[in-house]
């Protein structure tokens, strides 16, 4: 089983900071890594997703891969209220599936 | 594009009952998936399926549980007597076949209460 590991937090952050979220995952081997984004309520939805190492940005969003240390980070920069929610890190199980942390909740204040 | 399509969206249902919840994926999507999810905790994988074919489950899948997707279009899940810790949000999921990172899509999930 390949176990990912999050801080549930809640994470709060004041409007305009940049918000950290990180993630470590057991299975040295893991290959891909995708971050979810889940408001109350909802089903998650896809944010990024990486598989190299380094860093990968888009828009205001940016994912960092170190995997000689196994985590996975998500930055969000100028952060704002509609980005409070939980976000998932999620990697691949031996099939096709994957496999999801627990999530961590964001709190944006104004 | 309609996206991934759950039905119903809530269920509640009397210790003991079956139930059946349906979902109908991204039309050009090949792989479904069924999670689990309780509050405070991140999707729990169940099974999926490619084409018509159930491909994984999870060795935490009860052998309450069964799904089928007949025709490799929409699929069911169903859950024989029904237990209180049952109760939790079932998501439907899809993606396409042809690469590894495709992305899974997401329903908006059925939630079921076990009373």
């Known amino acids: 089983q390949k176990e990912v590991e999050q801080n549930s937090g809640p994470l709060s952050v004041p409007e305009g900071a940049i918000a950290s979220l990180n993630c470590t995952y057991s299975?040295?081997?893991?290959?891909?890594f995708f971050w979810y984004r889940q408001y109350s309520g909802k089903s998650p939805e896809l944010i990024m997703f990486?598989?190299?190492?380094g860093d990968k940005e888009d828009g205001r969003f940016t994912a960092q891969l170190n995997k000689a240390s196994q985590y996975v980070s998500l930055l969000i920069r100028d952060s704002q209220p509609s980005d409070s929610a939980t976000y998932l890190c999620?990697?691949?199980?031996?099939?096709?599936?994957?496999?999801f942390g627990k999530g961590t909740s964001l709190l944006v204040t104004p | 594009d309609t996206g991934v399509s759950q039905n119903p969206r809530h269920k509640i249902t009397k210790r003991g009952q079956n139930v059946t919840f349906r979902c109908d994926p991204i039309?050009?999507?090949?792989?479904l998936y069924w999670y689990r999810q309780t509050l405070g905790q991140g999707p729990e994988f169940l099974t999926y399926?490619?084409?018509?074919?159930?491909?994984?489950k999870s060795r935490l899948l009860s052998d309450r549980f069964s799904a089928e997707r007949p025709k490799g279009s929409f699929s069911t899940l169903e859950i024989q007597r029904t237990e209180q810790g049952d109760s939790a949000m079932y998501l439907c999921?899809?993606?396409?076949?042809?690469?590894?990172?495709?992305?899974?899509?997401f329903g908006n999930g059925t939630r079921l209460t076990v009373t």
């Open positions: 999921a899809s993606s396409l076949v042809d690469r590894r990172n495709s992305p899974l899509h």
């Open positions: 299975d040295r081997g893991s290959q891909s």
């Open positions: 990486i598989y190299s190492n």
């Open positions: 999620a990697v691949p199980n031996s099939g096709y599936a994957l496999n």
């Open positions: 039309s050009e999507h090949n792989r």
């Open positions: 399926f490619q084409n018509e074919a159930q491909l994984e």
